[in-house]
C-alpha cells in the first residue's frame, strides 16, 4: 500500500499518472471527491472489483456506482434519454449520483448503474487519464461513517489482509454530505437519498 501526498488545487500530472496506471493494472485506488474520500477501480477488472468488496466487507448485492468524465462517455454505459441528458447537463459535475438503466452488461451485469460526476479537480484528472468509467463507493468500511481524512481510512483497515493499493492523501476534506441520489429509471425522477445539495425536477 503506499500513499502519496496530493495538492487538490494543484494536483501534479505525474502522481495523476501513476494513479491512472494503477488503475489499468488492476489496483485499487482511495481518493478524495467533492463529497468524502473514495475507492475506486477499474470496472472491466473482475479481479479489481472483487477487491473493493473485500477491503469494504461490502455485501455483493450492494452494487458499485461509476465515475464519468462526461456525459457523451456516460451512453456507451446506461441508456441516457433526452430529458434525462438535461438533467445530467444542468446537475453534473456535482454532488449527485443518478440512477439509470445499464445497458453494457458485459461490464457489470446489473440491470441499473449509479452515475457520479464529482466537481472536484483530482477525481476528473483521474477519469480523464484512464479514457474509459471507473468503479467506485465511499472509502469508508461497509457500516462505519464516511471518511473526511486518510487516518480515518488507515483506523478502519488496519489489520485487514486486503489493502488498496495506492492511497491519495489530499488532506481532511469538508465534511460535506454524501451525494444526492435520484432515480431516472422510470418516467419520473425520484429523489433515494437527500444530500448536502437538493434536486429538483420540473
Known amino acids: ?25 488492476g489496483g485499487v485506488i482511495i481518493y ?3 463529497t468524502c474520500y473514495g475507492i475506486g477501480a477499474d470496472m472491466t477488472n473482475i479481479f479489481a472489483l472483487e477487491k473493493i468488496y473485500r477491503i469494504k466487507g461490502r455485501e455483493y448485492r450492494k452494487p ?4 464519468i468524465k462526461d456525459i ?16 445530467l447537463s444542468n446537475y453534473l459535475p456535482g454532488p449527485f449520483t443518478f440512477i439509470l438503466l445499464n445497458i453494457n452488461y458485459q461490464i457489470l451485469r ?11 479537480k483530482i477525481t476528473q484528472l483521474i477519469a480523464n487519464g484512464l479514457h ?12 462505519f461513517n464516511p471518511c473526511y481524512s486518510v487516518s480515518c481510512i488507515l483506523n478502519q483497515i488496519e489489520g485487514e489482509k486486503y489493502l488498496p493499493n495506492l492511497i491519495l492523501d489530499a488532506g481532511d476534506l469538508p465534511k460535506n454530505p454524501p451525494s444526492t441520489v435520484v ?18 425536477s420540473k
Do not use: C
Not at 431516472?184 to 429538483?200: A, C, E, I, S, Y
Open 72 to 87: 457523451e462517455q456516460l451512453e456507451k454505459y446506461a441508456l441516457v434519454e433526452s430529458e434525462n441528458k438535461s438533467i
Open 32 to 34: 478524495p471527491t467533492d
Open 64 to 67: 458499485l456506482s461509476m465515475i
Open 110 to 120: 446489473q440491470s441499473s448503474i449509479g452515475i457520479r460526476m464529482p466537481d472536484y
Open 132 to 143: 474509459r468509467p471507473f468503479a467506485t463507493t465511499s472509502a469508508n468500511k461497509s457500516g
Open 1 to 25: 500500500m503506499k500513499i502519496i501526498k496530493i495538492n487538490p488545487q494543484k494536483p501534479h500530472q505525474d502522481i495523476i499518472d501513476e494513479t491512472v496506471e494503477t488503475l489499468r493494472h
Open 183 to 200: 432515480d431516472l429509471t422510470d418516467n419520473k425522477p425520484r429523489v433515494l437519498r437527500q444530500g448536502g445539495v437538493k434536486f429538483r
